[in-house]
């Protein structure tokens, strides 16, 4: 490997861990460049490295590549001014779209960007504005005021001009100091995380008084980003200061099963859905998985393993979300709902009063970690049954947790092979259906079904006590009842999965679910892994109303 002569290498303290801000870079570092530098040495001028950090946040160089490597004591930067296209994007293309058009317009503009930890954000809005001139700068949990220093710091290196926290006492002059940046030039100012000095209202008081005076037409772009989600979508209500003055606002979900895949578009598609599966829609534990690295090895790595970068997410997962509190009733909850219940059962696991259970409960699906869902048109008064909405918390509370003590003693590699490698595929089976909901809202007009109403299932007993499940069954825009399987098995499947279909509908109808009589008019579904017998095509030739779907369906070359 050819070594860069750019190098610069500062001390930091004892840490052997790798972290790459740049994936990019990784032949910006040799074996030779970590050993050559001793323990608590500098090896290269100060003034170099902060030039060069410098210009990796405004811009100033046309490409710069930084990546930090903590092994041997060391952190080496490395910058690289030649032409290059920015990283791509997975599944944000709308938003990057909407952050240029606000950055050229010319205009002032103020923005908000929110959604839990792990999702993107800061990836989003560091790779969203090509060359223009942007400063950046990540809050930490501590008080406003040390903020407003820690601001008008990293300011003064960025801009090359000084400015003295004792002359900007107030975060009015602070706002008032970024907007005249923009008097002559385009401005960005990211400001990231930026719940961490809210709470009274007073910042976002001094936003707007600094604001409102601003010329329409004055160029700069203002973005406030943070993960702490009902404080930040509460900066848009009625009573708030900054109402009425945002011009965009946007949530970021996590991924769904297709563009998770094209976060390692070297898995096949059976391979893709498993890691799915395993390590969900977040962005930051599907870049764990290291490019061309196998699935068993990755998860072993990254995920079973105590000392794996997701395993020690999972651990502080909900510390990360700022004003939880309780944490031992929300694991509590969280660990039920893996296992699927209604209120009453999670209250008699917990022991937790059931309005509590209920108030956190809603907390944790407005962080998008827990789902409730009905039967297919049940009553208002049937219960919900909770869920876990994220696969990787799912997968934690399957394989992970419960084998914490075993992990003391065996390999992650051990426990992969004994505990979760044969029990995988059943743990995908309620997977698999989320990923065929989710393949339904992408698809539908491509495979030529219509669009839906409604989603959902029907689980319980028919009038015999005897259970029933219907993987499917849904309304349609047109009012037609859509019902049907998902099998993940690798199983081929015949026109038997129909035949049970229908028996079951029957059986419903007579147990008096009314929606199940209407099988003249429905539609059917049937989506199987391991793909279908050649009878499946004789069978939907023969009844139009019949649609069967594999694995290659949900994930299509588009």
Request: proline residues 5%.
């Amino acid at each position: 490997m050819q070594k860069r002569k750019t190098g610069v290498a500062l001390a930091l303290g004892q840490s052997r861990a790798l972290a790459s801000i740049c994936p990019t870079c990784t032949a910006c570092v040799t074996e030779e460049d970590a050993e050559a530098v001793q323990p608590n040495s500098i090896c290269a001028p100060h003034s170099e490295a902060t030039r060069l950090k410098e210009s990796f946040h405004d811009g100033k160089a046309r490409h710069s590549r930084v990546k930090l490597v903590l092994q041997y004591s060391v952190i080496i930067l490395c910058c690289q001014t030649n032409s290059m296209s920015l990283p791509q994007l997975v599944d944000r293309h709308n938003e990057a779209a909407d952050l240029s058009r606000l950055a050229d317009s010319g205009q002032k503009q103020l923005g908000i960007l929110y959604g839990r930890r792990q999702v993107g954000k800061t990836y989003l809005l560091q790779h969203s504005w090509g060359d223009r001139r942007v400063f950046y700068f990540l809050l930490a949990e501590q008080t406003p005021d040390l903020n407003r220093q820690d601001l008008l710091r990293e300011l003064s290196a960025w801009s090359g001009t000084s400015y003295d926290p004792a002359d900007y006492p107030t975060w009015r002059t602070v706002f008032r100091a970024l907007i005249d940046l923009a008097s002559d030039d385009p401005l960005v100012v990211v400001l990231d995380e930026f719940q961490y000095v809210l709470g009274t209202g007073e910042v976002t008081s001094h936003l707007v008084a600094a604001w409102d005076p601003v010329p329409k037409n004055r160029p700069i772009t203002l973005m406030l980003a943070g993960s702490e989600i009902s404080t930040m979508s509460h900066l848009q209500a009625g009573s708030e200061p900054l109402f009425g003055r945002i011009t965009w606002s946007s949530r970021l979900y996590p991924f769904d099963y297709r563009d998770a895949a094209r976060m390692a578009p070297h898995l096949a598609p059976r391979d893709a859905a498993y890691m799915y599966g395993i390590f969900g829609g977040s962005p930051r534990y599907l870049a764990a998985l290291g490019e061309g690295e196998s699935l068993a090895k990755g998860v072993s790595r990254t995920f079973v393993s105590p000392r794996g970068e997701v395993h020690l997410q999972m651990m502080s997962l909900l510390e990360q979300e700022r004003g939880l509190r309780d944490l031992a009733d929300y694991r509590s909850l969280l660990a039920v709902a893996a296992r699927s219940a209604e209120l009453k059962d999670v209250v008699e696991a917990t022991k937790i009063e059931e309005h509590v259970a209920r108030r956190k409960l809603e907390t944790l699906e407005n962080l998008t970690l827990v789902r409730r869902e009905r039967n297919f048109e049940a009553s208002a008064k049937q219960p919900y049954r909770y869920y876990l909405a994220d696969n990787a918390l799912a997968f934690w509370y399957s394989f992970v947790f419960p084998n914490r003590s075993r992990l003391i003693r065996e390999s992650s590699g051990s426990l992969w092979g004994a505990v979760i490698a044969p029990q995988l595929d059943g743990y995908m089976g309620r997977i698999f259906e989320g990923m065929v909901r989710e393949a339904y809202q992408r698809y539908a007009t491509r495979w030529g079904l219509p669009s839906i109403k409604m989603w959902g299932h029907w689980e319980g007993v028919d009038h015999d006590r005897q259970p029933v499940e219907l993987d499917i069954a849904s309304r349609t825009d047109d009012g037609r009842l859509l019902a049907g399987e998902v099998k993940w098995s690798a199983d081929t499947r015949g026109p038997g999965l129909h035949t049970s279909v229908l028996n079951k509908l029957s059986r419903l109808a007579v147990s008096g679910q009314g929606w199940a009589k209407d099988v003249d008019n429905a539609l059917f579904l049937y989506v199987s892994a391991g793909g279908f017998a050649p009878e499946m095509t004789a069978l939907q030739e023969a009844d139009p109303r019949v649609h069967f779907l594999t694995l290659s369906d949900l994930y299509p070359d588009d």
